[in-house]
């Protein structure tokens, strides 16, 4: 609960993704987290690295929006400035929210908007199979600006083939 509280309240985090945050207090994290629990529409899990005795948190990977008719889903994710960096554990947790999706949910599509200058959110969702479908255009105002998000989608084919790719 505390780096969820961390990340929510973290300024380059914010300015990174899409959407809008403010500050938010303890309690409110703990009311936020209270009814999250109980949203049928999204799915939240952490993203833990067992490259110790201990297990260690270093992030939250989620599906939203979940439309079970056209079978279709948002997903993003989110890590804090100290979790570690290219290790692949980013790229592990993306593919096994994808398996999971395409394979125990059924689900056909997968989305995601991406902020134009979060090259490693391009990167690790392209090297997941992510395909480029468009652009919105300032469709975000921060740092005094509009910004651009780039429209991603990732079909259970595109998946297949990165997974290959990936893991042979």
């Known amino acids: ?11 380059e985090i914010e300015n990174a993704t899409g959407g809008w945050g403010f500050p938010v207090s303890q309690w409110q994290q703990q009311k936020w987290y209270e009814s999250a629990v109980n949203d ?5 899990f952490m993203i833990e690295t067992t490259d110790t005795d201990v297990p260690q948190t270093i992030g939250m990977i989620y599906l939203t929006d979940l439309d079970w ?3 279709s889903v948002a997903t993003g ?21 994808l398996g999971y999706a395409f394979q125990e949910l059924q689900i056909h ?7 134009e200058d979060n090259l490693p959110s391009v990167k690790l969702y392209e090297r997941c199979g992510g395909k480029r479908e468009g652009i919105l255009r300032e469709t975000l105002y921060k740092d005094g600006r509009f910004w651009n998000q780039y429209a991603y989608g990732i079909l259970k084919t595109d998946y297949e083939e990165a997974y290959q790719k990936y893991y042979g």
């Open 1 to 11: 609960m505390a780096m969820l509280h961390e990340m929510i309240n973290d300024p």
């Open 40 to 44: 049928t529409k999204t799915r939240r």
């Open 69 to 71: 008719k056209n079978r």
């Open 77 to 97: 994710i989110k890590l804090p400035a100290n979790a570690p960096r290219g290790k692949g554990y980013a790229t592990d947790a993306v593919m096994a929210l």
């Open 109 to 115: 599509r997968v989305s995601l908007k991406i902020k």
